[in-house]
């Protein structure tokens, strides 16, 4: 466990900053590569295996590309392997007195492959950190209407235990606000996360009942309607945190703390247990 932590405090910031770095190091080996082959085609015969030990770094380079390009893009990774098996076939034919073009070209295209695959997968990466943060919002918005339920279930709950019924105009009006927020928030979320979507559409539906029930006034048939609202609006937030999550390890960033979120939320239940008490 502290060499993986050892590992992550030295790896840049995030995945898409580390396969930059990867792509300009094979963008430089391919440059690398091209000159080689242009001195290799201008040397004598007798001359060719000088040139063997500069194809074999540029081969140890190569791998050690491979290896750290393994974990984040298997398929540049790949690519880059061929390329390495070029390169050293090149340098067998060097250390022979003989020039080898071919493999010399064939580990620069094997390189491009990789550039372009990299391109791609950074690309993809970009895509998800706008995901993330667009999820961040997403979750702010959901937290603020978590917490104003609560508000309204705690005092529906109060109004619930009183012998005379009042009207509950104010509490119908704030119950129908979080409702059409709630809603807003499902159709925001029902691209990057349908499953909670689904959740707030629930949630969205069994508010529209408390409202019902709050404009009678019936108080305490609102509760059941609200706190199936409050269990939906939570599980909304665990698909929003799962999805988060799998972004973040995508970006090779650490995972959300969960066990504070649930936290914060057993608080604010045993908080309203407290008041209707």
Same mark, same amino acid.
């Given at each position: /466990? +502290? !060499?993986?932590? $050892?590992?992550?405090? =030295?790896?840049?910031?995030?995945? #898409? *900053? &580390?396969?930059?770095?990867?792509?300009?190091?094979?963008?430089?080996?391919?440059?690398?590569?091209?000159?080689?082959?242009?001195?290799?085609?201008?040397?004598?015969?007798?001359?060719?295996?000088?040139?063997?030990?500069?194809?074999?770094?540029?081969?140890?380079?190569?791998?050690?590309?491979?290896?750290?390009?393994?974990?984040?893009?298997?398929?540049?990774?790949?690519?880059?392997?061929?390329?390495?098996?070029?390169?050293?076939?090149?340098?067998?034919?060097?250390?022979?007195?003989?020039?080898?073009?071919?493999?010399?070209?064939?580990?620069?295209?094997?390189?491009?492959?990789?550039?372009?695959?990299?391109?791609?997968?950074?690309?993809?990466?970009?895509?998800?950190?706008? /995901? +993330? !943060?667009?999820? $961040?919002?997403?979750? =702010?918005?959901?937290?603020?209407? #978590? *917490? &104003?339920?609560?508000?309204?279930?705690?005092?529906?709950?109060?109004?619930?235990?009183?012998?005379?019924?009042?009207?509950?105009?104010?509490?119908?009006?704030?119950?129908?606000?979080?409702?059409?927020?709630?809603?807003?928030?499902?159709?925001?979320?029902?691209?990057?996360?349908?499953?909670?979507?689904?959740?707030?559409?629930?949630?969205?539906?069994?508010?529209?009942?408390?409202?019902?029930?709050?404009?009678?006034?019936?108080?305490?048939?609102?509760?059941?309607?609200?706190?199936?609202?409050?269990?939906?609006?939570?599980?909304?937030?665990?698909?929003?945190?799962?999805?988060?999550?799998?972004?973040?390890?995508?970006?090779?960033?650490?995972?959300?703390?969960?066990?504070?979120? +649930? !936290?914060?939320?057993?608080?604010?239940?045993?908080?309203?247990?407290?008041?209707?008490?």
């Amino acid at each position: /466990e +502290l !060499a993986k932590a $050892e590992q992550f405090a =030295q790896a840049p910031e995030n995945a #898409i *900053e &580390e396969l930059k770095q990867i792509q300009e190091q094979v963008r430089e080996l391919i440059k690398d590569e091209e000159h080689l082959k242009k001195e290799t085609a201008e040397t004598k015969s007798k001359d060719l295996p000088t040139k063997s030990p500069r194809q074999g770094e540029l081969k140890d380079t190569a791998q050690e590309l491979q290896q750290k390009a393994s974990d984040k893009s298997p398929s540049a990774a790949q690519s880059i392997n061929e390329a390495s098996s070029q390169m050293q076939k090149a340098q067998n034919s060097l250390a022979s007195s003989q020039n080898n073009p071919a493999a010399q070209q064939a580990s620069i295209d094997a390189l491009q492959r990789a550039d372009q695959q990299l391109s791609q997968d950074i690309a993809q990466l970009e895509q998800a950190q706008k /995901e +993330l !943060a667009a999820l $961040e919002e997403m979750m =702010q918005k959901l937290q603020a209407i #978590i *917490e &104003e339920q609560q508000k309204v279930h705690v005092s529906t709950s109060k109004e619930a235990v009183k012998k005379e019924k009042e009207p509950l105009k104010e509490l119908s009006g704030q119950q129908e606000k979080l409702g059409s927020d709630t809603g807003a928030l499902q159709k925001e979320a029902s691209n990057p996360v349908p499953t909670a979507a689904a959740h707030l559409g629930n949630a969205q539906n069994k508010m529209g009942q408390a409202k019902g029930e709050l404009d009678k006034p019936e108080a305490a048939n609102a509760q059941p309607p609200q706190e199936g609202a409050l269990k939906d609006l939570y599980a909304a937030q665990r698909e929003m945190e799962k999805k988060m999550n799998e972004l973040r390890d995508q970006l090779g960033m650490a995972p959300m703390d969960n066990a504070q979120s +649930l !936290a914060d939320a057993q608080a604010l239940i045993e908080q309203a247990q407290r008041d209707v008490d």
